[in-house]
């Protein structure tokens, strides 16, 4: 199968490691109005040509979109228009607003909205990696408003990645991810932003970090380029979210002021149950 | 050497393991009130037996605190009440109440104020690993008020399992650690609470994980009867800390309300300044 995947850094480039790898794809032809980033994943060799929009769209059978949410609301319409009988899907963090953008278009059908549940905090070409999807859960939004030929192609895709496929509406989908995957972004955010503020000594922070820090802190350095836009496309469940985390933290900031040890060890043994969730 | 550690779970268990392994010991002896804990220890091998305090004291070389903060302050004086010219050195992870405690005993410079920072999640004598010490920075804390053979043999312990030693006053230490260590446990404990009270589906949960949750959320399984008297203890500077906390978070909140896209994109560009600190 011939592929077209347009946006060349660490979700496009890792999609497109493990599709050639495993067989699925015959030829990858690449996108990215980066310069620097079409160069380099020719270079990696992840894709076998890097074109423009409208030569790749019409040469491939599979479309994938793997650009942060503010970018696809803008290209999925166009690559819509461009199609002719190709599926298209995407990989983005956020659903309700990119698939309210296209729900009148002629070619809907042929689309299948989807987010893999997988990255790490780097970005770019240079951080593709195979194995990033391994194990872990791809969701698929809305797909009453998809053919059912064009979710078959989607799903067989994910499961090539090795991928266990879910099943929810957009709505659903963005509270879910505001709840497990927005708010823990933020919160590492904010933690970077106190202990830079403080620790002048940067050696220190180095070499306390082994105390918990460095796990809480890792999704700090995520890219603002691709969270900047979700937490935009997500805002009303992310300040919901944050709203309440920031009530949960507010109580533990008063327990342990007023010396309520008690309280504070409920709060800790009730936060303790996460234990039967994630291991 | 003869060494007695007092308090047998995680820390206790993991310091024992590698000490014997290491050649540093020759005879481990334990002391645990909690019967369960003590049985535990004998049976897994990291103590060769099990005594009460006063025995296990008197016959040791080096006499190892390992219990939470909130008991250490009861059985420290008791230990230097017991010793002849013994050293006695703990793991607390705050320092400045506890020094306080001793300050004007007479057999305080015998005593070696330490924090090795290092954990997991776990907790028990089932929970001790070799290693779990290796590469990591272990804090001496107001060693001028130590003797200087005293110090010299706990530093060589912590040579022994491979820890970089740094110096600093007790004072200094809380707050670095309440910036390092003790606000990320919090930002991960009111995390978990949020969470929970949303996701009645637990199943979506583990599902969504890997979206980041996992690893903010990991220290939220962290043991009630140590984080609750290390709060207690670093009251102070924890609260600063989390005020500061909230207020970045805060930060986030409105921006992302407002639509401030490009103040968002900013506060994570800052954020990401984390990363020529802690890889």
């Keep these: ?26 030829k990858i032809i690449g996108v990215d109005k980066d310069k620097i980033n079409a160069n380099a994943a020719h270079h990696i060799g992840f894709v076998d040509e890097v074109t423009d929009l409208e030569s790749a769209v019409k040469q491939a059978e599979l479309i994938i979109l793997a650009v942060p ?9 166009k690559v819509l228009d461009l199609i002719d009988n190709q599926v298209v899907t995407d990989i983005c963090s956020t659903k309700e607003t990119l698939l309210e953008r296209v729900r009148y278009h002629s070619k809907r059908k042929q689309y299948v ?19 990033l999807f391994d194990g872990k859960a791809s969701i698929l939004c809305d797909t009453e408003d998809s053919d059912i030929r064009a979710i078959a192609k989607v799903k067989r895709m994910y499961e090539v990645l090795n991928m266990r496929v879910i099943y929810m509406n957009s709505s659903n989908h963005d509270i879910h991810a505001a709840y497990v995957s927005h708010i823990s972004h933020i919160s590492s955010f904010a933690l970077a932003l106190t202990v830079l503020e403080k620790e002048k000594n940067e050696k220190h922070i180095f070499d306390l970090a082994s105390g918990g820090f460095d796990s809480t802190v890792r999704l700090a350095k995520s890219s603002p380029d691709m969270w900047t836009p979700i937490f935009n496309h997500n805002k009303n469940n992310v300040v919901t979210v944050l709203d309440t985390y920031i009530n949960h933290l507010k109580a533990f900031r008063d327990s342990i002021e ?3 040890i008690e309280k504070v060890h409920q709060l800790i043994e009730q936060a303790n149950k996460i234990k039967r969730i994630v291991k």
């Design 1 to 26: 199968m011939i592929i077209t995947i347009i946006g060349l850094g660490l979700m496009g480039g890792s999609v497109a490691i493990d599709l050639r790898k495993r067989g699925f794809a015959d």
């Design 69 to 77: 949410v503010d970018a696809a609301i803008i290209v999925l319409p």
């Design 113 to 131: 909205a989807a987010h893999p549940m997988a990255g790490t905090e780097f970005s770019g070409p240079w951080a593709a990696v195979s194995g």
């Design 258 to 260: 007023n010396d309520e």
